[in-house]
């Protein structure tokens, strides 16, 4: 059961907040001291997603500095292609690298129990957090979206355009698909599972769906991503799906009416009026300040939350950054930021 008391739930259920609540994407992260000193402790990232104490520690370290609305699960996104039997490490300065699937024979299928047997200390982690977190702070589950998964699947790691995975799926778009309905079936039940382990509403990060044009963006991002959030209203209807298709322009539009989500994550490139007259209608929204702006600080820093404030906080709206906080984002200028949302008046 999902809290209706929580702003953020209210929010994304569609109510106008007089007090917009607020979180940031990457709010854990190192450009926290106390995550690079628990960070420092272990060599391997993906083993630190698999320690429900350590994660539960790592989600309430911005909630404790900040008093954020809402704590989102320390996880990562790649914990569903190491959950179906891929290889995945992160290096250094590089970030994930998957073994890559070169060709048909290597598109691995979706295996409730292995998933259960990988995934279950990040279900025990979200269960934690909802203990740990004082009353009145959401907990956010999320997961990749199949189609940005499938592309890290593919390419083996991010930092270019993708260009493997976008041929494969034009060249061979029937052996994509069994590869997109796999990642569907896990994307599905990791959500769900967070949501049973009481995940007060989930997130679906779609980073590369601006790489997409029209088409493939209908059937790569939309279709998908309208059957994850089928399967997981089935299972929890009352819990509100955010999505987070960044980059995709025009194409939010439709993203917003098709998907069956809540609300929509906007990146920093989504004008406000635009977002509020074409978006807010429909769904509630979050976004969408830029995370370099959180680096650089100053006086533009007010004069930019007061804009996006004036045109989308008297809708349903969630204030967040267009993408994630920066390793190198000084934390004064996050603690600058919310103390100016807090302070703004409709
Ligand atoms: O300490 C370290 O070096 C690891 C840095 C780090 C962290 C803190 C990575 C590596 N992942 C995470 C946690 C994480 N990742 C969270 C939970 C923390 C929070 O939000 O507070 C979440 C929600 C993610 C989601 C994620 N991981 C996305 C989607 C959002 C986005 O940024 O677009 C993606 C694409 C990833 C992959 C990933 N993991 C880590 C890196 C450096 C990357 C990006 C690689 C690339 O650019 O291709």
Redesign the pocket.
Known sequence: MTDLALALVRTLKGETLAKPPLWL??????YLPEYREL?GKSEN?LELCYQPQTCVELSMQPIRRFGFDAA?I?????VIPDALGRKVE?REGV??VLEPIADERDIPSFEAARLADRLAPVWKAVAGLKATRPANVAVIG?A?APW?IAAYMVEGR??GEFTKARRWAWRDSASFERLIQALVAATAEHLVKQADAGADAVQI?D?WAGLLGESQFERWVIAPTREVVRRFKAAHPEIPVIGFP?GAGALYRDYASKTGVDAVGLDSTVPLAWARDELQSRVAVQGNFDNQALVAGGAALKTEVTRILDTLGRGPFVFNLG??VLPETPPEHVAELVGLVRAWKA
Do not use: E
């Not at 994407?25 to 190192?30: C, D, F, T, W």
């Not at 320390?74 to 790649?78: E, Q, T």
């Open positions: 994407m990457r709010q854990a992260g190192r960070r990232f989102i320390f996880s990562d996104i790649m992160f970030g994930p999320f990749g940005t991010g930092g990060f980073s960044r993408h994630g």
